[in-house]
């Protein structure tokens, strides 16, 4: 079946844009997360969804950055007026509401702040 | 503050050889950890996980990792490496006392598999 899917792949702004990116979970999954990779570094934790409900927004670096899910299934992550430092790959991830259940990760975004 | 450290950063290897990728995490009361690879401009992919139970767990593509509540390790290894093995690997754990909540990542280690 249908992995998670993210778009766009690569994306590319000048400092002080806003960016969305979008992400597709696997059909059904209740739980999507959001992480952002620095290059060379590990996945760092960003935001959590239960359903539409954002549930953790720990993990967000500044008031800048926005993630929502509207009806459940696709979430955007947004952010507003970019700097150099959040050019990193964005990461999304569902996973199923039983137990025991690993997440799924989506190739990712690409974003580069010129 | 729960933490994964990877020990290695890169671990170059010839083909065909035996390999261990290092992983150490802090001690808590539930532990579930994971092992991920990253192959270039890819999300990331599970080889396997630890959630309970036996402690040597067998993932995909020949890795297995051993759980060692003693030494707080959880090392992935396999007995010959290929070519095509040649990637990112993370070691993860999830956050609290659940085994689907977010996941804390390591640095990661690069496996280089030379010919």
């Known amino acids: 079946g249908a992995g998670v899917s993210q778009s766009p792949r690569y994306k590319v702004a000048k400092r002080g844009q806003d960016v969305a990116l979008r992400c597709d979970p696997i059909?059904?999954?209740?739980?999507l997360f959001w992480y952002q990779q620095a290059l060379g570094q590990g996945p760092e934790f960003l935001t959590y969804?239960?359903?539409?409900?954002?549930?953790?927004k720990s993990g967000l670096p500044s008031d800048r950055f926005f993630a929502e899910r509207p009806e459940g299934s696709v979430s955007t992550l947004k952010i507003q007026r970019t700097q150099q430092e959040d050019s990193a790959v964005y990461l999304c991830?569902?996973?199923?509401?039983?137990?025991?259940?690993?997440?799924?990760f989506g190739d990712g975004t690409r974003l580069s702040i010129l | 503050a729960q933490s994964v450290t990877q020990l290695d950063s890169q671990v170059p290897v010839f083909e065909e050889a035996p390999v261990e990728l290092r992983c150490n995490y802090s001690?808590?009361?539930?532990?579930?950890l994971f092992w991920y690879v990253q192959y270039p401009n890819q999300g990331l992919q599970l080889l396997l996980k630890?959630?309970?139970?036996?402690?040597l767990v067998k993932g995909i593509n020949g890795f297995e990792a051993e759980f060692n509540k003693s030494q707080t390790s959880f090392h992935l290894r396999k007995p010959s490496v290929h070519i095509s093995d040649t990637a990112e690997y993370f070691c993860a754990r999830a956050e609290g006392s659940s085994n689907t909540g977010k996941l804390i990542f390591g640095q990661g280690t690069t496996l280089q598999v030379k010919p």
């Open positions: 991830a569902s996973s199923d509401r039983r137990p025991n259940q690993p997440q799924h």
């Open positions: 630890y959630l309970s139970g036996s402690t």
């Open positions: 059909s059904g999954h209740v739980s």
């Open positions: 001690s808590s009361v539930s532990v579930y």
């Open positions: 969804f239960q359903n539409e409900a954002q549930l953790d």
